[in-house]
């Protein structure tokens, strides 16, 4: 039940976080080089962020090259922003606020910035938001997938228990069982035991009236011997 308690206040919280987005024109220094671009800002890990980046800023704009933790995409076609190939340089790091994205786009002929082309940095924007969404949808999907996991291992632990009482019932009812025949045993014994002491006692009788018979028998031997002495 914890376990429940835990995945689902991690799940409502996700959901909290998804408000929780940030998005500014921002210079960064790549290789040595400040250029200025656009930084996303979340309240997620890193590590995912950095994952569904690559694998974003790769279905979106094309081959990735990948140095020292930069990103590169030369040649980039991303229509929604220019209708002419751009050269994409992005990071991905943390700072106190979050895990943030920055991304620099050269069309050419200028860099895409809020005040000299307007069009395409709102564009631009709006690429990085629908990346946000996609992001926090991820981190919903994964904290709903660990809420099941939890609840999947919380109800084999409840079958657990459940067939763990069944199992104690029934030992107990064998229990019971066993105590009834080994009380019905005794009683046998004890009637048994008291079969055998009667008849102990009838063979002590039997042995008894068998000596008297024998000394009896005895006795009129001697007699008749005596008698047959006399008849000499």
Known sequence: MKGILLGLFLLTAGVAQAQSVKLEEQEQSVNGVTRRGQQLTVQL???LVEKLWKEHLSDKAGK????KGVYTVEGAEIKDISKEPMRVVSQVGSNGLGSYVWWSLDMGVAYVDK???PKEYAAA???MREFARKLYREDVLR???QAEDVLRSTKSEQDRVVK???DLQLSIEKNKKRRKDLEAELVR?????KQLEREVELNEKQQAASREQVRKMEKAVEEVKDKLKDMK
């Open 143 to 145: 904290q709903i997938n």
């Open 164 to 166: 763990q009482a069944n």
């Open 125 to 127: 924007e709006d690429f």
């Open 45 to 47: 890990d890193q590590k």
């Open 115 to 117: 005040d000299a082309t």
């Open 189 to 193: 014994n004890a009637e048994d035991l």
């Open 64 to 67: 990735i090259k990948s140095s």
